[in-house]
């Protein structure tokens, strides 16, 4: 179990009164961090970042026939008629995954 809290360096001498508190709210702890503010934030960030990555992994986006036409900067028509046809796969609720879309992108 952790802790992580704000500390300027300070040698410990029993008299400090910060660094005593902390030692004692946490003797029940095995272990503890301390460390500055700067610090904790790019860790909780880099450790934000990892969770989005590991989400992101295996997630299909998929979108609709209008959010694709304004991506393509085409009609929404000319997008429904490309689903029909098979040039851009898409689900049976016509919904468009962003692969479909880069492997249009790619045979255009």
Do not use: W
Request: proline share 2%; no cysteine.
């Amino acid at each position: 179990m952790f802790i992580i809290a704000e500390y300027s360096y300070q040698r410990y001498e029993g008299n400090n009164s910060k660094t005593t508190k902390i030692i004692q709210r946490n003797q029940q702890m095995e272990n503890f961090i301390i460390m500055p503010t700067d610090q904790l934030k790019n860790l909780v960030k880099e450790a934000v970042q990892e969770v989005t990555a590991e989400k992101e992994k295996g997630v299909v986006k998929l979108y609709s026939i209008n959010e694709v036409s304004k991506m393509l900067g085409r009609a929404h028509k000319t997008i429904t008629s490309l689903v029909n046809r098979g040039v851009i796969k898409a689900t049976p609720d016509h919904m468009i995954s962003e692969e479909s879309i880069n492997k249009y992108l790619q045979n255009k």
